[in-house]
């Protein structure tokens, strides 16, 4: 089955620089990955997301790349904000959502 | 944007009682839809994936008669603990897949505090 694995697991930033976080996923019948935001005592959100066909996507501050051969994708956040500060899970997917599995989380901390 | 819905949001029961929480897709149909328990700091636990019409399919070390899901409709589950036990207190999250897309989408999340 999928496998993803998430790194840093911790993460802390001053205010303004960027924040990189990278999961690596392993079945390549994978072809959605989202990245979700979660507050303490707080649903996750979905933030951004990606599907296999396409290698970056950006919104405002938030971007995410995909690398389809090295089984790769990273969520980049520029210009971090204190209200960034959460945790932070990526998954791998199929079209089908029968094999959604989780990395184990980013905790993502913005220091004033 | 798809929204889920999770109740109740808190619940306190007495040990030895049964508590019963819904999952909800408010907006679109969710032929599967995920259960997953949460402890402080930690990742998502996913306890059991719940299809509609069908049983669900349950997570290694998650006793299925402890933890009853049923998916009755394509915009309803339900998650009965029974017989709660102060060990089952958690943060409880609920997730819908909008049918045939992967887009997951979860609900509020239920606090049990089982004295």
């Known amino acids: 089955g999928e496998n993803v694995e998430q790194h840093p697991s911790t993460l802390s930033v001053q205010e303004g620089d960027s924040a990189v976080i990278k999961c690596t996923y392993s079945?390549?019948?994978?072809?959605?990955f989202p990245w979700y935001k979660q507050e303490l005592g707080k649903r996750p959100q979905l933030i951004i997301d990606i599907r296999s066909n396409v290698g970056e996507k950006k919104d405002q501050r938030i971007a995410v790349t995909l690398n389809k051969t090295a089984k790769h994708f990273s969520l980049h956040i520029t210009e971090t904000q204190p209200e960034d500060s959460a945790v932070y899970f990526c998954?791998?997917?199929?079209?089908?959502?029968?094999?959604?599995?989780f990395g184990p989380g980013t905790r993502l901390s913005v220091l004033p | 944007g798809a929204v889920v819905s999770q109740h109740p949001s808190r619940v306190i029961c007495k040990s030895g009682t049964s508590v019963k929480i819904e999952c909800r897709s408010l907006?679109?149909?969710?032929?599967?839809m995920f259960w997953y328990r949460q402890f402080p700091k930690q990742s998502l636990m996913l306890m059991a994936t719940s299809n509609e019409g069908s049983k669900a399919t349950y997570e290694q070390g998650v006793e299925k008669d402890k933890f009853l899901i049923n998916h009755a409709s394509l915009t309803l589950s339900t998650l009965t603990v029974t017989s709660a036990h102060p060990e089952d207190s958690s943060f409880y999250i609920c997730?819908?897949?909008?049918?045939?897309?992967?887009?997951?989408?979860f609900g509020e999340g239920s606090r049990l505090t089982v004295l």
């Open positions: 997730s819908a897949e909008r049918t045939g897309t992967g887009e997951l989408f």
């Open positions: 079945d390549s019948a994978s072809n959605y």
């Open positions: 998954a791998a997917s199929d079209n089908y959502g029968q094999n959604f599995v």
């Open positions: 907006d679109f149909q969710a032929t599967t």
